[in-house]
């Protein structure tokens, strides 16, 4: 399985609406609102490197609202438990407060 990470460009005005219709794409598995440089980050997941382009340019890129798509593809994934275990330190303490 290939993972692409789509950073996106859109109109500020239709970042509900954009992001839900590329939620509503064909192999895009998440789409999340962001902060800093970028308004939105997409996750897509294909079996061939092909498909990467037929979902980025033959789908995303043409939502309406979309200004700008810069595309990585995912080297190597890491185990839930690390990703977890690394982006939970500090939550521990917060449990119960």
């Given amino acids: 399985m290939i993972t692409a990470i789509v950073l996106l460009h859109v109109d500020v005005h239709a970042i509900p609406e954009t992001a839900q219709a590329i939620a509503d794409i064909d192999r895009v598995s998440e789409v999340y609102s962001v902060t800093g440089d ?5 996750l897509v997941r294909v079996h061939a490197h092909e498909q990467v382009a037929e ?21 190597q994934a890491f185990s839930s438990s690390d990703l977890d275990r690394l982006w939970g330190i500090g939550f521990e303490d917060a449990e119960g407060v």
């Avoid at 340019?57 to 810069?70: F, Q, R």
């Fill in 55 to 75: 979902v980025v340019t033959g789908g995303i890129a043409k939502v309406p609202g979309v200004t700008g798509t810069h595309t990585m593809i995912a080297f």
């Fill in 38 to 42: 970028w308004e939105l980050v997409a």
